[in-house]
């Protein structure tokens, strides 16, 4: 029904598609730079910048979107698409931020496999954006989807055992303040991950 009743703007699903390249890329760097204290200014520093890259992309799809008389699908739904991409960029970058600026030294074995979930999810996310643009492939993009949420309830026990762990064990007060914080931050990237893929499997039902 969908190819019978629009105009195919590919435009958004170009932007769309940077957009998601630029969470894995953040997602890669930021992988490294939990597993490597050595090059976490550098990883910052590169996150930083797909981040502003992101917020440029996620500024010209809102001008395309204002340009555009129809849209592929519910100007609602390619609004809440593009902004929660946007979140979990930010969010990676807020992280990433985090961990240098409080000068953390010795980053936990939780969130480092947290880093790795995150990172497993970027890389669904990019397939399934990539597959957005025909929706032919809707069975497939559903499965994504469960997969990235399979993932986030993952990293949310995982989280909650790291915490656990680091109340147990963390005897300095501001490093289990600043610890449990990157936790925290973490699961908010995860969490809207899980948000991103609801958007899209609500675009699969209604479109595809």
């Known amino acids: 029904?969908?190819?019978?009743?629009?105009?195919?703007?590919?435009?958004?699903?170009?932007?769309?598609?940077?957009?998601?390249?630029?969470v894995l890329h953040?997602?890669?760097?930021?992988?490294?730079?939990?597993?490597?204290?050595?090059?976490?200014?550098?990883?910052?520093?590169?996150?930083?910048?797909?981040?502003?890259?992101?917020?440029?992309?996620?500024?010209?799809?809102?001008?395309?979107?204002?340009?555009?008389?129809i849209t592929p699908f519910d100007r609602y739904d390619i609004h809440k698409l593009a902004s929660t991409l946007d979140d979990v960029l930010d969010l990676l970058h807020t992280t990433a931020q985090k961990i240098t600026i409080y000068q953390i030294e010795t980053i936990p074995s939780e969130i480092q496999s947290l880093a790795q979930l995150a990172l497993e999810?970027?890389?669904?996310?990019?397939?399934?954006?990539?597959?957005?643009?025909?929706?032919?492939?809707?069975?497939?993009?559903?499965?994504?989807?469960?997969?990235?949420i399979k993932l986030r309830n993952e990293a949310e026990q995982l989280a909650l055992t790291g915490?656990?762990?680091?109340?147990?064990?963390?005897?300095?007060?501001?490093?289990?303040?600043?610890i449990k914080e990157v936790y925290e931050s973490i699961k908010r990237i995860t969490d809207k991950s899980q948000n991103l893929a609801n958007i899209m499997k609500g675009i699969v039902l209604e479109y595809a």
């Open 163 to 178: 915490v656990a762990k680091l109340f147990e064990q963390e005897s300095d007060f501001k490093n289990l303040l600043k």
């Open 26 to 69: 953040a997602a890669e760097q930021f992988q490294s730079l939990v597993t490597n204290l050595e090059v976490s200014g550098e990883c910052a520093s590169i996150i930083e910048q797909d981040a502003k890259e992101g917020d440029e992309l996620t500024r010209r799809t809102f001008d395309l979107l204002h340009k555009t008389f």
């Open 121 to 148: 999810i970027a890389r669904l996310v990019k397939t399934s954006i990539h597959q957005l643009d025909s929706l032919k492939n809707g069975d497939e993009i559903m499965q994504y989807c469960r997969q990235i």
């Open 1 to 22: 029904m969908l190819k019978k009743l629009l105009p195919r703007e590919k435009g958004f699903f170009t932007l769309f598609q940077e957009v998601a390249e630029k």
